[in-house]
């Protein structure tokens, strides 16, 4: 039997944060990342890059603030 962990998580500005949000993430100045994790404490986070093929970086959700799905297409056709 498995225990489901429920965390809620919301950014700076109080949205919520769930799995596969996209979020912008100061790590090594500006990232933006996709949320792959929720944990008790912090929040798993993927690099959109497509040249990424690490697992991603533990940050804490005021660490990070949500951003419109459709504004990081453009910015993924623009790289």
Same mark, same amino acid.
């Given at each position: 039997? #498995?225990?489901?962990?429920?965390?809620?998580?919301a +950014?700076?500005? $109080?949205?919520?944060? #769930? !799995?596969? #949000?996209?979020?912008?993430v100061?790590?090594? $100045?500006? /990232?933006?990342? #996709? !949320?792959?994790?929720?944990?008790?404490?912090?929040?798993?986070?993927?690099?959109?890059?497509? /040249?990424?093929? $690490? +697992?991603? *970086?533990?940050? *804490?959700?005021? +660490?990070?603030?949500?951003? +419109?799905?459709?504004?990081?297409?453009?910015?993924?056709?623009? /790289?």
């Amino acid at each position: 039997m #498995t225990k489901e962990k429920s965390a809620d998580h919301a +950014d700076i500005l $109080g949205n919520p944060l #769930t !799995v596969g #949000t996209t979020v912008a993430v100061s790590h090594h $100045g500006m /990232q933006i990342c #996709t !949320v792959t994790k929720l944990t008790s404490k912090m929040i798993r986070v993927t690099p959109v890059r497509p /040249q990424y093929r $690490g +697992d991603g *970086y533990l940050k *804490y959700p005021i +660490d990070m603030v949500a951003v +419109d799905p459709a504004l990081v297409t453009l910015y993924i056709l623009k /790289q």
